[in-house]
């Protein structure tokens, strides 16, 4: 059973950087496709970053491009997201996510993961 565990999150000044981590605790995911998405109060769950699980593609929500790097470790189960020059408007609740099926290709909608993590929260102060 997929059991996704994230950790890193925390309070950092604009500019600085941060690395998120998410753990498959059950280990059954190593072929499934993988995100991350972020929530910020009173606003939607939106897409932030998806791979394939391969690692071989990726995507990224444009607010997002050139600034963060989702990757992939299937040996520690595991998927990252490395987050740099990180704005006030960076801070949300992230969420790591799981397609339910194998999957090579990057994904971008909530639809497409079944698997959720509890999130960590990330606050970019100005």
């Known amino acids: 059973q997929v059991q996704l565990v994230e950790s890193g999150g925390g309070l950092v000044q604009a500019g600085d950087s941060l690395t998120l981590s998410c753990a498959d605790a059950g280990r059954a995911s190593t072929l499934y496709g993988k995100g991350w998405f972020r929530q910020a109060p009173g606003q939607e769950r939106e897409f932030v970053a998806g791979i394939g699980w391969s690692g071989g593609s990726t995507a990224y929500a444009d607010s997002v491009k050139a600034r963060f790097t989702i990757s992939t470790d299937n040996a520690k189960y595991s998927v990252y997201l490395q987050m740099t020059s990180l704005k006030p408007e960076d801070t949300a609740v992230y969420y790591c996510?799981?397609?339910?099926?194998?999957?090579?290709?990057?994904?971008?909608?909530?639809?497409?993961?079944?698997?959720w993590g509890q999130g960590t929260q990330v606050t970019v102060s100005s």
């Open positions: 996510a799981s397609t339910r099926y194998s999957n090579s290709r990057a994904l971008t909608e909530r639809y497409d993961y079944g698997y």
